[in-house]
């Protein structure tokens, strides 16, 4: 970086006029009088001033003549002996500036010495100026013929060039504000600083517009090129990229000059947001902002004057889409319901709503995804989009997925219905509702359990009231000595009473068990399944009372003990000796 300021560097340095320094340094080495050395407290700091004068001169000397020294070193120098020398001459300038800004400050070296140094660095930044300027021309000449694979190794080179423009820039400004201070005239100086400035904002905010237009351009040509020229392609848009960055950076260093200087920077400003996207104090400013939202306002106009018309009338069409689907998708459940609600069709209520919810919208995603279409979106995108999604979702939502595919083996299969008494589950009710993911059932007492669908499936599942009719099975006991064949007659008479038994499928009465205690019939009448308990609590009060009546027992279990006494033998008794 610093190869490329060397003979800037050593032109104005060897022009200083050493003789101040000398003059200096012979009035701070007399001694002091003895009114001086009277002085009071508080003017013990400019009894000190000599010292410091003396000490700062003489820095500010020994810099003067190792620039000279460097300087003249400089043209024998070659290779890295070369740029080492260039690297010394650019750090003893930096510290010969601290050291003359310490003096201004501090009002130590006589004014003519300060300005003659002052002096020196306005002649070494205009030299400097010109001379990056013309090597900043010859590395853009070389960044435009060198090929796409070695632009970047020319852009570093360039954008140091940059950073050492913007650091002289600096120093210019900071040599005008040492003249201030040093009671000089700078009306003219100010005023070349501030067209030479403005002048390179100018440049650097049309470089970044032009930037701006060629990064998209190769971001188009990228995106529609082959694979096999992408390469180069991609290589020219990090160039293009690399530079914009140098230019923004450039650009930032400026404007914060120029607001030092009085100049107005706000549509500069307003371009470095644009450009990057970073929000900074400056933002705030209401130039800024009116600005901003005034290119938006302009940007937004033109998109509606070029753009509009086509816009609005592809998303009427888009909304004449939705409008047809929506429709569409009313009637296609409508059409659903009607087929799954015929006769013909044995289908459950789960199945029937699932088919007439899906398929109104299945028929409004259709709608959609062509209306989408139609207006100029890829809808690809959103299709894999989707896929990555279900997968996704598949994984977070493994126990649902688990009840949902339950639910639909459940729907395909049917083994209940809604309004169906089952054992389900390990529960026992009616079933109240029915989704893909659970079902809701009603117990006979009137609690509301929901149970997970795949709990369902993969347990017994006992329909209760599926089938139109039902056989209820009871037993009823009677006494060994009882009429066996009287209450086989009173136990048809009462099944045959009976309004709700039928008479198709025959009753069965039969005696079916010796008990250990009673004969047990097994009465077997076939009912509507509507009237299955209420059969059978009728019929079991009915066998109770005749049986009451004609004098049948209904037995208990009961066990009869007979007890045996035996009598003991005599020779058995043992004899017990007297004591």
Known sequence: MLMLTTHALAIPLEQTNSQTIEKTNEQSSEPLTEQESELPADSLQQSKTPVQ???????????????????????????????????????????????????IKSETIPIDALQELVRSQVQYVESAINFLNTKTQDVSENLSNAPAEQRLLVLNSFGELQALIDLIYQWSAENISWLNALKVATVNAQGNFNVKLQGRIRMLAASINYYHRQRQVLQQQISASPLSEKANLEVSLLAVSQRLTIALKSLKAMIKLAKNAGIETSQYQQLMFESTGELTYEILDFKVLGGIFANLGEKFVNWLMNNGVQYLFKLLIFAFIVFIASKLAKLTAVAVNRATSAKQVNMS???????????????????????????????????????????????????TLSNLASGMMLLIYKPFDEGDFVYAGGVNGKVSHMSLVNTTIRTFDNQIIIIPNSKIWGDVIKNVTQERIRRVDMVFGIGYKDDLLKAEQILTEIVASHANVL?????????????????DFIVRPWVKTDF????????????????DREGISIPFPQQDVHLHMVEPESSTIAQVPKT
């Open 503 to 519: 008479k198709s499928p025959e009753t069965i009465i039969k005696v079916n068990t010796l008990n250990t205690s009673s004969v």
């Open 532 to 547: 299955y308990w209420d059969v059978y609590w009728d019929i079991t009060k009915e066998v109770k009372l005749r049986f």
């Open 349 to 399: 209520r789960l199945m029937k709503d699932f088919f007439v919810n899906m398929s109104g919208k299945v028929v409004l995603i259709i709608g959609i995804m062509i209306g989408l279409s139609q207006i100029g979106i890829d809808i690809t995108p959103v299709l894999a989009g989707f896929g990555i999604a279900s997968i996704i979702i598949g994984f977070a939502l493994q126990d």
């Open 53 to 103: 004068s003396t000490k700062l001169a003489l820095e500010i000397e020994a810099l003067k003549a190792e620039l000279i020294a460097l300087t003249e070193s400089l043209g024998q120098a070659k290779g890295d002996d070369f740029s080492a020398i260039q690297l010394q001459l650019f750090h003893k300038n930096l510290e010969l500036r601290r050291d003359i800004d310490e003096a």
